[in-house]
């Protein structure tokens, strides 16, 4: 579904009291067409910054100059394979420097961007790769036996394989492959005919000349996998111009706090997820900043030692890694020159910013967005005129507004849904016209679900939550997946997935059970969710009952459920 673009000339202070709350040099407005295509900006940035380091990771650094040849190289050997431009290629790891390289290679082809989970079950996977397409896919090793099993119901001809030692050098990366296989044993055999190594795909390509494929503002360069509001996975549609605008967008918000060619970003949080790819893996990058990256941010341990060998100036993160870290006695004896840090995936808490402000020295601010808006959409200021409690400011060129039941707008201070507006909403969702005429209107408002109000001076404030969304540690859980997955389990006869209260995830999922064989129980029904679901999907709480509380139609409901935990 086309929808208007957003029209930058417009003058809507009335309507957009934020305007007078901007710190310092941040503009009202963004040029969402400074750049026809991602990859024109990212040849700039390659040149500008080409002796500088890009990405670091477990010790090894990576130059932007390395970066750029790796990267067409690399572009050059898919399309050497028979990819052509529009096919679709998953990347399927954690943060390693193979990404960026995967990446930009990949948009380079033409190809599009499909990313991945690597903690996705063969049913995920299965499902994700058939909805999308895809052709071709760059795996980490540890995951290529959940591959193995849906290849068949695939159209996936291109299998390239990666470990996590394999661009850290000889002796490095031997060691770190036999600790990883032989020690830790997190490499499960497999059995993948005609794949090929990374490293020999880069290798390869420089036998191939690269086409000068031109990609246009409006192609669909990443499908962005997402729930959406109803839970049902979709892939989010985003363009050139998508992804340009929100670079753009947050380059401004940052650049008045940051020096161009300066900075040194940890990222902790996975670039497969759409907070990490668009602010550590595009805006930051295209600045000049060092990025370095974090394969585990479960292991806190290489989170300290990243501060400790690095001078650290911006950090991205969600909550429940902030808390672990203030609350770890080894974080609190470092010496900090943070001068941005952002939280987003899910809310800040107000206790965590005030300790991470006075461990640190350093602003807490918590950023919103989704995936169908590339994702930002809104900040608050990262000097002291944030608010802890708010997801603060519409970016530049974006609007927002609290609409009723009817989506007509409310006024100031009304509660009611948010809806976006701006050159970063996504073109919709890839096969499914109806989902997106759902979410985004006519005029070109992206419907968020979430509930909300705005202040007399533009701050925003979410009230309530996306009606079944369950938020675990930043990563959306849709009751309708959990449900559908433990209702094919031969001994339930009925489910309700809701989400409840946890000390650091935020939510964990817990599930009302009626059974349809009294045999069943809660270790067995846990192990099967195991087999089927992510584990951050994974119920963490089992209550078998008698029967679960329905409307006068037999609707389930989930709200009284959630009422109960109350």
């Not at 380091?53 to 990267?71: E, N, R, V, W």
């Not at 063969?122 to 099993?149: C, W, Y």
């Not at 009294?518 to 099967?528: C, F, V």
Request: glycine share 8%.
């Amino acid at each position: 579904m086309e929808h208007k673009p957003f029209n930058t000339t417009i003058n809507m202070t009335d309507q957009r009291p934020w305007l007078q709350k901007y710190p310092s040099g941040i503009p009202a407005n963004i040029n969402p067409d400074e750049y026809s295509c991602l990859i024109d900006l990212f040849e700039d940035t390659f040149e500008k910054y080409r002796k500088q380091i890009a990405f670091t990771c477990m010790g090894k650094d990576m130059t932007f100059d390395q970066l750029d040849k790796q990267s067409k190289q690399f572009g050059a050997y898919l399309i050497s394979r028979g990819l052509e431009p529009g096919d679709k290629i998953a990347l399927m790891m954690p943060n390693l420097l193979q990404y960026p390289i995967a990446l930009f290679g990949a948009l380079r082809a033409g190809l599009v961007v499909v990313n991945t989970n690597p903690l996705y079950t063969p049913r995920e996977m299965r499902h994700q790769f058939t909805d999308a397409g895809v052709k071709a896919i760059v795996i980490a090793e540890n995951f290529a036996s959940n591959l193995e099993k849906v290849m068949k119901d695939t159209q996936i001809k291109t299998v390239i394989v990666t470990s996590i030692g394999e661009l850290l050098g000889t002796v490095k990366g031997t060691i770190t492959n036999f600790v990883v296989r032989s020690v830790k044993k997190m490499v499960p055999k497999f059995n993948i005919p005609n794949t090929v190594s990374f490293s020999e795909a880069v290798k390869q390509g420089k036998k191939f000349t690269l086409p000068d494929y031109k990609s246009n503002p409006d192609d669909v360069i990443l499908l962005q996998y997402t729930g959406g509001t109803t839970g049902v996975a979709k892939g989010a549609m985003l363009t050139n111009r998508n992804l340009v605008s929100n670079m753009v967008q947050i380059r401004a918000v940052m650049l008045p706090f940051l020096k161009d060619g300066e900075e040194v970003a940890l990222s902790p949080l996975p670039m497969y997820h759409i907070f990490a790819f668009s602010v550590n893996c595009l805006a930051l990058m295209s600045i000049g900043t060092r990025t370095v990256l974090i394969v585990n941010p479960r292991d806190l341990k290489t989170v300290i030692d990243a501060f400790k060998k690095h001078t650290i100036t911006v950090m991205t993160g969600v909550n429940t890694l902030f808390n672990a870290l203030v609350n770890h006695a080894d974080f609190g004896k470092l010496k900090f020159d943070l001068k941005v840090t952002a939280g987003g995936g899910m809310a800040v808490q107000k206790a965590v910013a005030e300790k991470w402000q006075k461990v640190t020295g350093c602003i807490l601010s918590e950023g919103y967005g989704m995936t169908e808006s590339s994702p930002v959409a809104s900040f608050n200021p990262l000097d002291d005129t944030g608010r802890i409690g708010t997801i603060g400011l519409p970016i530049p060129s974006t609007d927002m507004r609290i609409v009723d039941d009817n989506k007509h707008p409310l006024p100031v201070g009304e509660v009611g849904e948010i809806q976006i507006k701006g050159p970063q909403v996504m073109k919709g969702y890839y096969n499914k016209p109806e989902e997106t005429t759902n979410v985004i209107t006519p005029d070109g408002w992206l419907c968020t679900g979430d509930i909300g109000k705005m202040s007399a001076d533009g701050y925003f404030q979410i009230v309530d939550r996306k009606k079944d969304m369950i938020l675990v540690s930043g990563f959306n859980v849709y009751p309708n997946e959990i449900e559908d997955v433990i209702a094919m389990h031969p001994k339930v006869l009925e489910v309700a997935a809701i989400g409840v209260p946890h000390p650091s995830s935020g939510e964990v999922v817990k599930v009302c059970v009626v059974k349809k064989d009294k045999s069943l129980d809660e270790k067995e029904l846990i192990a099967y969710c195991r087999e089927n679901l992510t584990g951050y999907k994974v119920p963490k709480h089992v209550e078998f009952r008698k029967e679960l509380p329905k409307t006068n139609v037999g609707k389930i409901l989930r709200r009284a459920l959630r009422d109960e935990q109350k």
